[in-house]
């Protein structure tokens, strides 16, 4: 089992920048990859970022590329996101998830999944 645990999440204007935090513990040795997802207001959950726990290798969806930056710190089991020049169209609740295959932006390649954290971006 995994727990993960978001935060870091708030209100922000647009062009303003927030950072989100992911606390993973628990048999964090079966996580390969850990994720970003995040669900906007009446919208399905889709794919922001990932990264490779081992070969520190991401992806970003075209949507956040140039803007949001993945990174972690594998001593402490973090995973943060920064997340700059926001946009109102990332208001969302930002879900992190931990899955034991490759990289990846689907969801069904994690198996474990935080409670998320709400970010507001007002224009």
């Known amino acids: 089992q995994v727990h993960l645990v978001e935060s870091g999440g708030g209100s922000v204007q647009a062009g303003g920048s927030l950072r989100l935090s992911c606390a993973a513990s628990?048999?964090?040795?079966?996580?390969?990859?850990m994720g970003w997802f995040r669900q906007p207001p009446g919208k399905g959950r889709e794919g922001v970022a990932s990264?490779?726990?081992?070969?520190?290798?991401?992806v970003y969806a075209d949507s956040v590329k140039g803007r949001f930056t993945l990174s972690q710190d594998n001593a402490k089991n973090m995973v943060y996101l920064q997340m700059n020049s926001l946009k109102p169209e990332d208001t969302a609740v930002y879900y992190c998830?931990?899955?034991?295959?490759?990289?990846?932006?689907?969801?069904?390649?994690?198996?474990?999944w935080g409670q998320g954290t709400q970010v507001t971006v007002s224009s």
């Open positions: 628990g048999y964090t040795a079966s996580r390969n990859a």
């Open positions: 990264i490779g726990t081992r070969s520190g290798n991401t």
């Open positions: 998830a931990a899955g034991s295959t490759v990289i990846s932006l689907r969801q069904d390649r994690y198996n474990y």
